[in-house]
């Protein structure tokens, strides 16, 4: 996660760089309005700290211009804590706003809060089977919550299989679908992958989902009765 900050008093922006970067954020900075601006159009920061008392152009003329281009999430800190203040920061755009002086705390928690809202919300991408969640944008396969480490054969295996939940694939197929190979001889490439994937997220739990068609294929679904 990358922060600028745009901060004048450079003893202020020192002690927050270093919280934040204490706080593992990658952190920017920039001392002036002019700076600023220019780092926060060219970059690709998942945030902006910006203080409105800035030499040259103020807090609220960067937020502004900025504004017209990008939506990145912008912090505006400022000594006022006048309510007009906050209405013309909020008007501008401004997405929180922290009176100074501040706890560096509640500074921390604001940021957190506000790189949260700029995730995206959880993809309707994801692939459940019962208890297995595979996540292909991520890259990311659970099993009860337990992260579960894949080689990229094997995540883009099990992506097949929960894709078509419930149809049986031949070796053939899911030989040519996920290694793009194309004769029957090389099937046995998929049982090695069948068994290491098995290994993997079936062994460790009580509820198989992979399933062996004998003659056919393979097959993941849910068998509530054992088979
Ligand atoms: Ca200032």
Do not use: C
Not at 75 to 87: N, P
């Amino acid at each position: 996660m990358k922060i600028l900050l745009v901060e004048d008093e450079t003893r202020a922006a020192d002690y927050l760089r270093q919280g934040l970067v204490e706080s593992g954020y990658t952190v920017e900075l920039a001392f002036n309005g002019t700076d600023g601006l220019h780092a926060a159009l060219t970059g690709d920061h998942d945030l902006v700290v910006l203080d409105i008392m800035l030499p040259g152009i103020d807090g609220y003329a960067v937020l502004s211009a900025l504004r017209t281009a990008k939506q990145t999430p912008v912090l505006m800190l400022t000594a006022r804590g006048q309510t007009d203040d906050k209405v013309r920061g909020f008007d501008l755009g401004a997405d929180d706003y922290l009176v100074k002086p501040f706890e560096f705390p509640e500074l921390l928690a604001r940021v957190r809060a506000l790189l949260r809202r700029g995730q995206p919300a959880p993809q309707e991408t994801m692939l459940r089977l019962g208890d297995l969640e595979v996540d292909p944008v991520r890259h990311r396969a659970t099993r009860q919550g337990q992260r579960i480490d894949l080689s990229a054969k094997e995540f883009a295996l099990l992506t097949l299989l929960v894709q078509r939940t419930g149809e049986v694939l031949s070796r053939t197929q899911i030989s040519s679908l996920v290694w793009d190979i194309h004769f029957d001889s090389d099937t046995n490439v998929v049982e090695v992958a069948i068994r290491r994937l098995r290994a993997k997220i079936d062994d460790p739990f009580e509820v198989k989902l992979i399933h062996t068609v004998r003659g056919v294929g393979y097959v993941l679904e849910r068998r509530d009765a054992p088979s």
